[in-house]
């Protein structure tokens, strides 16, 4: 769960907010010169940028207010809140971050190699009364 500082009412649950999409996406200067395709293009391409991203939410739950976001989109760190129409503050890459954050532990449930340990549990033969009625044999 995400903790977000809205610049109103100070840091809240996530659930409380919505995503609103990218930030500072410019509306067309001529919008009825626009074809069918870049109407399309402006409505729905957006960036999928790996690491940090300018997006806009909503507090819907507080004070309704929508505000920008500069947030990382593979570690989810915050990195800057800012209020709508002030431009994208800059934030400095860490050299020293790395990305793919996966245990490669041997009892890792996401890349390891094996299962759960279940030496304790008794897996012996199944009695078949005790199906739950309706069950195939």
């Known amino acids: 769960m995400l903790l977000i500082s809205c610049p109103n009412c100070g840091a809240r649950d996530e659930t409380e907010f919505h995503y609103g999409g ?32 300018a997006e806009r939410w909503l507090h819907s739950t507080g004070c309704r207010q929508w505000f920008n ?37 041997a009892d890792s449930t996401t890349t390891g190699s094996s299962g759960p340990s279940i030496s304790g549990t008794d897996l012996g033969p199944v009695d078949a009364s005790t199906a739950p009625k309706g069950a195939t044999k």
């Open 69 to 105: 976001m500069l947030r990382d989109t593979v570690t989810y760190d915050i990195q800057a809140v800012y209020p709508m129409g002030a431009p994208q503050p800059t934030v400095d890459p860490d050299p020293d971050d790395e990305y793919g954050t996966a245990s490669v532990a």
């Open 22 to 53: 990218q930030a500072h996406v410019p509306y067309p200067e001529n919008p009825d010169e626009l074809t069918d395709r870049e109407w399309a293009e402006f409505l729905f391409y957006r960036d999928n940028t790996r690491g940090s991203f």
